[in-house]
């Protein structure tokens, strides 16, 4: 199906279906369509996704931080006037949301993570020295998912678009940075608000030692792997990903 991106105030966002709100917190590279296949099965099920734009590369660099980014989500949440919310991440989206939920746990009443940041970075704005060679960040873009196949021209053409803009690039490398700096190893283990981790078994950029890390730490969290999947496995496996988070809502009641 086809969104029309809403614009209200200084928010841009996408939004299908009525019921309990879902939010959607897209990557550091992620375009909002990623989540197609999420909006497509879930704005049928009783549920209102909203996927905002997260204002990655329009705050001021002083402000391209995580926290930033989570008091942002926050005044968009009192914006549309939410109370109890489900937010879903992948990547640094997921950094965001358990961010967010550390900062306001009262507005959280679910978490979903994929391939999150937050514990583990190493991969994270690293590795662009030859950013202008095509090819070279072809390759980093297949290395996202399991099957290369995944990485369309048009997305390896957004990456390069991406890194090869002088603003954008030293918003991504501060967010790499802060992404570091907001290590929540210590803030996991106080947050008890229902999580549901999905992982790609091969994910390379955030390993499936991550996802256990955060099952560990995390004081009520449920662990579920996606074979033969890389980094973004509501892409990848779109329908195993929505089967999963589907049941795992059902069984919390949610």
Same mark, same amino acid.
């Given at each position: 199906?086809?969104?029309?991106?809403?614009?209200?105030?200084?928010?841009?966002?996408?939004?299908?279906?009525?019921?309990?709100?879902?939010?959607?917190?897209?990557?550091?590279?992620?375009?909002?369509?990623?989540?197609?296949?999420?909006?497509?099965?879930?704005?049928?099920?009783?549920?209102?996704?909203?996927?905002?734009?997260?204002?990655?590369?329009?705050?001021?660099?002083?402000?391209?931080?995580?926290?930033?980014?989570?008091?942002?989500?926050?005044?968009?949440?009192?914006?549309?006037?939410?109370?109890?919310?489900?937010?879903?991440?992948?990547?640094?989206?997921?950094?965001?949301?358990?961010?967010?939920?550390?900062?306001?746990?009262?507005? @959280?009443?679910?978490?979903?993570?994929?391939?999150?940041?937050?514990?583990?970075?190493?991969?994270?704005?690293?590795?662009?020295?030859?950013?202008?060679?095509?090819?070279?960040?072809?390759?980093?873009?297949?290395?996202?998912?399991?099957?290369?196949?995944?990485?369309?021209?048009?997305?390896?053409?957004? @990456?390069?678009?991406? @890194?090869?803009?002088?603003?954008?690039?030293?918003?991504?490398?501060?967010?790499?940075?802060?992404?570091?700096?907001?290590?929540?190893?210590?803030?996991?283990?106080?947050?008890?608000?229902?999580?549901?981790?999905?992982?790609?078994?091969?994910?390379?950029?955030?390993?499936?030692?991550?996802?256990?890390?955060?099952?560990?730490?995390?004081?009520?969290?449920?662990?579920?792997?996606?074979?033969?999947?890389?980094?973004?496995?509501?892409?990848?496996?779109?329908?195993?990903?929505?089967?999963?988070?589907?049941?795992?809502?059902?069984?919390?009641?949610?």
């Amino acid at each position: 199906m086809m969104y029309r991106l809403k614009k209200e105030k200084e928010y841009n966002y996408l939004e299908a279906g009525e019921g309990t709100p879902i939010i959607v917190l897209h990557g550091l590279m992620g375009g909002l369509s990623n989540f197609n296949a999420v909006s497509d099965f879930f704005s049928t099920k009783s549920y209102k996704i909203i996927i905002p734009e997260l204002p990655i590369y329009t705050m001021s660099l002083l402000k391209t931080n995580v926290k930033s980014f989570a008091k942002y989500l926050h005044d968009f949440i009192e914006f549309k006037g939410f109370n109890d919310v489900i937010l879903l991440g992948n990547s640094l989206g997921g950094h965001i949301g358990l961010y967010h939920t550390k900062l306001y746990p009262e507005k @959280v009443k679910a978490l979903i993570i994929t391939g999150s940041s937050g514990l583990y970075e190493s991969a994270m704005g690293g590795g662009y020295t030859k950013r202008s060679d095509y090819e070279v960040i072809k390759k980093k873009a297949q290395e996202v998912f399991y099957d290369p196949e995944v990485a369309t021209k048009e997305i390896v053409d957004e @990456v390069y678009e991406t @890194v090869n803009d002088r603003n954008k690039l030293i918003k991504t490398l501060a967010i790499a940075k802060s992404a570091i700096r907001h290590n929540m190893a210590k803030d996991l283990p106080n947050m008890n608000t229902p999580t549901c981790i999905i992982w790609g078994k091969n994910d390379n950029v955030t390993p499936p030692e991550v996802a256990e890390e955060f099952n560990e730490l995390l004081p009520d969290s449920d662990l579920y792997w996606i074979d033969k999947c890389g980094h973004a496995a509501m892409m990848e496996h779109p329908d195993e990903f929505n089967e999963v988070m589907h049941e795992w809502l059902n069984k919390r009641g949610f």
